[in-house]
């Protein structure tokens, strides 16, 4: 047996001089013949519930990440008084943008109008807009104009929520500020928020409401300043290079995803004729049709069991109304209930009834609408509509201080009161001495008639 050991070591050191230095090659052998591996296309995929589940969306939040790692490592690599690489810059809604808005309309099951040539228009184009077609420039900037309250505004915002689309938004009130540049520097901070939310994953746009109004020119009286101009430049410079938006102070040359920019506003011909040129701004002049605007006032009497004849009728009745016309209409409805309410508790209780009230707000029945009530309050909307055309009192008050034709219909009927018992006229005036030195002073007098007598022997 021991023989049988020894001799072992020795075969095995013939073999390894044999193959080190007499010259023989060592056969080598394919893996594959010893272990058969079967070749095959191997994916690895995480269950929703699974541990690794969230490695496949962005479920995360970076600062509260770095807020659990505070006080896992020696306090030698913290710093002090909350300056260590584990303490977070943001809180949790500092780095979430201002401008984003949530929509949570849905036409299918609440009722709402969408038009359809509305409809047709903005989806078209975001949607060119997120596609690479073949040897084509799309215009980034889709520009919706039209009338005051027809209703733009709250179609764009059916359309998002239809989408699926939370858009950044801003007014016409941020584009001017004190401060030189600042409104430009916010325009492209918007859109470098929203591009930011598309590289998540998630579909968005740049909304701006009532263009005209912040960058347009409205007269010879309006003021352009540089904000203006810089506002304008900065749209027509992202509408030319939609994937390189710069922050002023930071010039990467990362290209970023596009964002497609949709704009509203009443008369684009006050806008700087080069930035609504076809090349940068796609034009759509929304004007609602008949059946845009019957679709519309259904939609805002759904819930009022108004018949939809009875609203054919009321939108076929007041033809030159813009559609917000019917919703202020709807609102008037209410006017009784609350006039019923404040002479209930009394016009002295109603700060504590309605501010900060134990009991909450009041809660209204809903009221009985019909055709005649809808009809006497819209009668009564049009009459104010033409007293505000009718009086134009800013002209009146710069030629005189009387109110023009403001009260021509009482005048006429003679029932104008002209304030004949407010200010007494021709009421006489007590007359006599008034100076205290004379024999005869009285004081009771309020005109020196020249009756005076002095004693000059005292």
Known sequence: ???????????????????????????????????????????????????????????????????????????????AQGLGTHKAVLSSYDYVSQGQRSLQWDNTKDGYYIAPAFMDKVVVHLAKNFMKLPNIKVPLILGVWGGKGQGKTFQMELIFSKLGINPIMMSAGELESGNAGEPAALIRQRYREASDVIKKGKMCCLFINDLDAGAGRMGGTTQYTVNNQMVNATLMNIADNPTNVQLPGMYNKDEIPRVPIIVTGNDFSTLYAPLIRDGRMEKFYWAPTRDDRVGVAQGIFRLDGVPEDDVTQLVDTFPGQSIDFFGALRARVYDDEVRKWVAK??????????????????????????????????????????????????????????????????????????????????????????????????????????????????
């Open 1 to 79: 047996m021991a023989s049988l050991v020894a001799k072992a070591p020795v075969a095995a050191q013939a073999a390894t001089l044999k193959s080190s230095f007499l010259g023989s090659k060592p056969q080598a052998k394919a893996a594959s013949a010893a272990l058969p591996v079967k070749k095959a296309n191997a994916r690895v995929v995480c269950q929703a519930g699974d541990r690794w589940g969230a490695l496949g969306r962005d479920g995360s939040d970076d600062q509260q990440d770095i807020t659990r790692g505070f006080g896992m490592v020696d306090s030698a690599f913290q710093g």
């Open 345 to 458: 508790i009394g016009v002295d209780n109603v700060s504590k009834h309605l501010v900060n009230s134990r009991t909450g707000p009041p809660k209204f029945e809903q009221p009985p609408m019909n055709l005649a009530t809808l009809l006497a309050y819209g009668n009564m909307l049009v009459k104010e509509q033409e007293n505000v055309k009718r009086v134009q009192l800013a002209d009146t008050y710069l030629a005189s201080a009387a109110l023009g034709d403001a009260n021509k219909d009482q005048m006429e009927q003679g029932t104008f009161f002209e304030g004949g018992y407010a200010q007494q006229v021709g009421v006489p005036v007590p007359a006599g001495c008034s100076d205290p030195n004379a024999v005869n002073y009285d004081p009771t007098v309020r005109s020196d008639d020249g009756s005076c007598v002095y004693d000059f022997a005292q």
